[in-house]
């Protein structure tokens, strides 16, 4: 069948909060990645999961779902300032036959909407298409992170007996400690760490040393982020260590990308002992439903007459930009 490409005639277009029997029915793998590994409710458990949390829009027309997204809520903790409330937005898909009508651009204002009335401080997403919608709906390209390339010969000297090893269940108490230690973070509950890492296609690994968990690191994810260390914390000079021992263990894999913080500079100049010099990078895409309040609670900037995209950009990529980073396991 051909795609259509504007409304039938006739038809009603409604937008509402699916019930958990209705979100089981609509076929986000078949919209969004129908030769995806991992089906949509085990790459994404807290966002679209059979328990999930989130909250959920779909548009229907006479009834029948045609487009979707979720928005499930983090707590960020950020030294200084107190609890951010941050949500993620994920699984926006249209079915095939009903796009380029403006659904999905209805289910984001809608959740834009929900954001404002429940008093969120930030809205992130991740668009792998880089399409002009979310731009037209405010959200701006920003955030940074640090990309690392790395190979198994750029870490030679490291590739001995390792104290590199899968982690274990009795190891989640030391790696919650750890994340939590990070300069800012977002809570997880241990059932929310348990539920993320159990993510087919996940691998957690700890760098151990006298019996202490000295630092852990998070390679791949479901669908995406395969080959990629999305996620690490504990001690920033282990970071070389570490990455070197997940080679030993891992002899299928060559390479990989590794993705930090852009406050984490020891570890950086850890990387740069061995010739691994990072790249900046972009977050996400970051909206504020209440930039200027945004701007004055963190203390960063006078508002004046700046937009909210150059609120934006002064709050998460300026000079003195706050300390926002959100990990692999973030992204639901």
Known sequence: MARSSSPTVGTATTVDRPSATDAREIPLDLWLRPDAAVPCDEDLPLLVGSDASSERVVVRLDGKAVSHAALYRHTYVLPGVGDLRVGVIGAVATDPHHRCQGHARRCIRELQEHARATNLDVVVLWDERQSSLYEQLGFVRAGREILH???????????????????????????????????????????????????????????????????????????????CVHEWG???????????????????????????????????????????AGTLGVLGMIWLPEAPALAARLHQLEVGDRNHDDIVRALFDGAHAAPFYLCGLDSM
């Open 149 to 227: 390339g790395v190979t198994r010969w750029d870490l030679p000297d490291l590739l001995g007996p390792s104290r590199v090893r899968a982690i274990e269940s009795r190891d989640l108490p030391a790696v919650r400690a750890l994340h939590e230690r990070e300069l800012a973070s977002t809570v997880r509950t241990p059932d929310m760490w348990r539920r993320l890492l159990a993510v087919p296609r996940t691998e957690a690994w700890v760098l151990e040393r006298d019996q202490h968990i000295d630092a852990y690191g998070v390679l791949g994810k479901g669908n995406d982020l395969q080959n």
């Open 234 to 276: 504990g001690s920033e000079g282990a970071l070389p260590a570490l990455l070197a021992g997940i080679f030993a263990r891992r002899r299928d894999l060559d390479e990989f990308v590794v993705m930090s913080a852009p406050w984490k500079e020891e570890a950086s100049r850890a990387m740069a002992l061995h010739g691994l």
